[in-house]
């Protein structure tokens, strides 16, 4: 398994701002992977974080939108820009063992 | 369509109830699926794992695959309140990437 901490878990933020949130593991991984979940909706891949390269983001989602950061083999942040209320959904954290998919917490995140 | 349908719920049973939560999907290389249970304000954990058709057990859950049929099912036996959460499947075809279901919202009452 995978020990998983992000935050903050959960924010209210003003339309036009930024917010970043942190992801820490508990031990060393290739992948962490941010992922958005909408109420009622499936969890949506927004990009895959490797360390020492750029993030590779899904369609629909862009750097300038979502920048993610990754220094090292056990954090990664998670930008969300110039926020709207669409953005309103929480963010989840995500690293693989084998086949295995394990998540933190989530950032619950409420745009007004 | 998408690649995996789950019926969101809610369902509603009463404590001691057997419970059957199924996803259907379109994809033949999905290989792996999994269940994860999600409770309000957290963030998915991982419940049950599978790599090939049939059943497996793990305490009150049982796990059932038909890749026939591109069926999968979670059964809960003598379901708890505790048990009330979020189900989701999940499934990949090895890419470390599973594709989701929207998570079917299970209730369990006294």
């Known amino acids: 398994s995978a020990v998983i901490s992000q935050k903050p878990s959960r924010d209210i933020c003003q339309r036009g701002t930024s917010l970043t949130i942190q992801c820490q593991v508990d031990?060393?991984?290739?992948?962490m992977f941010w992922y958005r979940q909408q109420p009622g909706q499936s969890l949506t891949l927004i990009a895959t974080?490797?360390?020492?390269?750029?993030?590779?983001?899904e369609s629909g989602f862009v750097i300038d939108k979502f920048p993610i950061s990754r220094p090292n083999l056990t954090f990664s942040t998670l930008t969300v820009s110039n926020m709207s209320p669409e953005d309103s959904s929480i963010y989840l954290c995500?690293?693989?063992?084998?086949?295995?998919?394990?998540f933190g917490q989530g950032t619950r995140l409420t745009v007004v | 369509q998408k690649e995996v349908e789950q019926d969101p719920g809610p369902l509603s049973v009463p404590e001691g109830a057997i419970v059957s939560l199924n996803c259907t999907y379109s994809n033949s290389a999905f290989q792996y699926f999994m269940w994860y249970r999600q409770y309000s304000r957290k963030g998915p954990e991982l419940l049950m794992y599978t790599y090939s058709s049939g059943n497996k057990e793990d305490g009150r859950f049982t796990a059932q695959v038909d890749k026939s049929s591109k069926y999968i099912s979670l059964f809960i036996r003598d379901s708890q309140p505790s048990d009330s959460a979020t189900y989701l499947c999940?499934?990949?075809?090895?890419?470390?990437?599973?594709?989701f279901g929207r998570g079917t919202s299970l209730i369990v009452h006294p």
């Open positions: 995500s690293v693989s063992r084998g086949d295995e998919a394990f």
């Open positions: 974080a490797n360390q020492g390269s750029e993030a590779t983001y």
């Open positions: 999940a499934m990949s075809g090895g890419s470390y990437i599973p594709t």
């Open positions: 031990s060393q991984v290739t992948m």
